[in-house]
C-alpha cells in the first residue's frame, strides 16, 4: 500500500505563484507513474501533469508552459509549481500513483491522496 499527502494548497490572485507537494509513504513507489488532476466544484476531473518513472513528464494544454511538474524519489515527494495561475485553475489538486501514466492522468490511478485547495481570485 502507498500513502500519498498533498500539501501547498491556499488561496492566492490571479497572476500568483503556489508549490504543491505530495508525500509517499508505504510501499516502493518504483516503475510508478505520479502525478496531478483536479476537480472544481460541478466539473468533471481534469488530468494536469504527470512524471513517469523514467522522467518522461506531459501537461494538459491548459497549464503547458505555467506550471512544472517534478519528483524527488530520494525524498518519494512529487511536486507541482504552479506559476501564473488564473481564477480557472481554481480546483481540488489530488495527487495520484499508478504503473499506468494514463490513469493518473484520468484521476483513477490505483493511489490517490485527499487532494489540497487552490482558489485564485481574479
Known amino acids: 500500500q502507498v500513502q500519498l499527502v498533498e500539501s501547498g494548497g491556499g488561496s492566492v490572485q490571479a497572476g500568483g505563484s503556489l508549490r504543491l507537494s505530495c508525500a509517499a509513504s508505504?510501499?516502493?513507489?518504483?516503475?510508478?507513474?505520479m502525478g496531478w488532476f483536479r476537480q472544481a466544484p460541478g466539473k468533471e476531473r481534469e488530468g494536469v501533469a504527470a512524471v513517469d518513472s523514467d522522467g518522461s513528464l506531459s501537461y494538459t494544454d491548459l497549464v503547458q508552459g505555467r506550471f512544472t511538474v517534478s519528483r524527488d524519489n530520494a525524498k518519494r515527494t512529487l511536486y507541482l509549481q504552479m506559476d501564473n495561475l488564473k481564477p480557472e485553475d481554481t480546483a481540488m489538486y489530488y495527487c495520484?500513483?499508478?504503473?499506468?501514466?494514463?490513469?493518473?492522468?484520468?484521476?483513477?490511478?490505483?493511489?490517490r491522496g485527499q487532494g489540497t485547495q487552490v482558489t485564485v481570485s481574479s
Open positions: 508505504g510501499d516502493t513507489l518504483g516503475g510508478y507513474a
Open positions: 495520484a500513483a499508478d504503473f499506468y501514466r494514463y490513469k493518473v492522468i484520468a484521476g483513477t490511478a490505483n493511489y
